[in-house]
C-alpha cells in the first residue's frame, strides 16, 4: 500500500478545520502522511492542529508565518514523503472512500494524474448539493492533459482547481506562484506538463460555500494583478497551442469585466497595469505568432464592443 501525503493549507478557519481533518482520518486508505500547514492562523485553528497531531502520529503540523495558500502548499510538497500528493482545502472535506479511489485509478496504468468532480455544501447546509462541479460529458477516454484541457474547454466545463487533481509526486515538477488566483496558473501548466492523466466522474471532493472566503469574496487590486500574472505566465507555457491561446484570452475578458467594476480610485491605482495589459494584447493582435493572431483579435474587440455595457456598471 503506496504512501499519500495529504496537504491541508489552514489559515484562520477554527470552525471548519476540524470537520476537514476528521475526513481524512476517517478515509478507508490508511496510509497517509497528513500535512497540516498552519499559515500564520490567530483564531484558535493553529491550537486545534496540534491537537489533532497528539491524536494521531501521521500528522505532522507545520506552523509558518502568513504568506498564503500557495506558500503553505509549497512548504507541504517539501515535506511530503508519499508517491502520491494531494491538496485539501482546510474548509472542505472529502468522501470517506475518496483516497483509496484515486489511488486504485492512478496505478490502474501508471497515470500522473486523475481529476475528479466536487459536490458543494453551504455554511449552513446539513448535506451536499449536486450540480456545482458537474460535467455533463465524458472524459473518461481521455488520457493526455493538453486533450483533456481542450475537451473541457470546449464543452464550457473546465474549472482550474487543484483540489480535484491527485497526482503522483514524480510528475510534480511546478510549484504554486505566490499570487491570488494560482490555481488559475497551476492547473493548466500542470496539464501541459504530464505525460498521461485518467479522470473519473465521481464527486469525492466536498466543497464548502462561505461568504467570506476567497473565491467568494469581492474583487480587488490584488485580484486583477494575480491573474493578470496568470495571463503573463501561461503565454510562456511550453507547446502552447489553440486551446490554451484561446483560455488565455477568455482571461483578458475576464479580467477587463473585473478591471470595470472598480471603484474610480481602484481603477486609478492600477490604471498603468491595465495599460500594459492592454497593451499585451494589442502587440499580439498584430505581431504575434500568426496561427493566434485572430484570437487574440477576438478578445481585444470583444472587450472594445463590451466596453459600453461595462462602463457603466457598480
Known sequence: ?????????????????????E??????????????????????????????ALKDDRIVVIHKKNEGLSSARNEGINVAEGEYIYFLDGDDSL??????????????????AVMFEAAKTDEDSLGTEQGYFDKSNDYTGIHDGKKLFAELKKNNEYTSCAVLLFIRRSALSLRFEKIV??????????????????????????????????????????????MSRVIYELQDVKNID???????????????????????????????????????FLERCFRGEKGFRKMYRHAVLSKIYHHGCYKNEK
Do not use: W
Not at 98 to 111: C, N, Q
Not at 261 to 268: A, H, W
Open 1 to 21: 500500500m503506496k504512501k499519500v501525503s495529504i496537504i491541508i493549507p489552514v489559515y484562520n478557519i477554527k470552525d471548519y478545520v476540524a470537520d476537514c481533518i
Open 23 to 52: 475526513s481524512v482520518l476517517g478515509q478507508d486508505y490508511r496510509n497517509t502522511q497528513i500535512i497540516v500547514v498552519d499559515d500564520g492562523s490567530n483564531d484558535g485553528s493553529e491550537t486545534i492542529c496540534d491537537e489533532y
Open 95 to 112: 468522501t470517506s472512500d475518496a483516497i483509496s479511489i484515486l489511488v486504485e485509478e492512478i496505478e490502474k496504468d501508471a497515470y500522473d
Open 181 to 226: 488566483h494560482e490555481d488559475e496558473l497551476f492547473t493548466p501548466e500542470f496539464l501541459y506538463s504530464i505525460k498521461s492523466i485518467s479522470y473519473i466522474p465521481k464527486q469525492l471532493y466536498i466543497r464548502r460555500i462561505r461568504p467570506d472566503s476567497i473565491t467568494t469574496k469581492k474583487k480587488s487590486a490584488i485580484n486583477f494583478r494575480g
Open 242 to 280: 489553440e486551446p490554451l491561446v484561446k483560455h488565455i484570452c477568455d482571461l483578458y475578458r475576464t479580467v477587463d469585466r473585473m478591471y470595470s467594476r472598480f471603484t474610480p480610485e481602484e481603477k486609478r491605482g492600477i490604471k498603468p497595469e491595465k495599460k500594459e495589459l492592454d497593451a499585451f
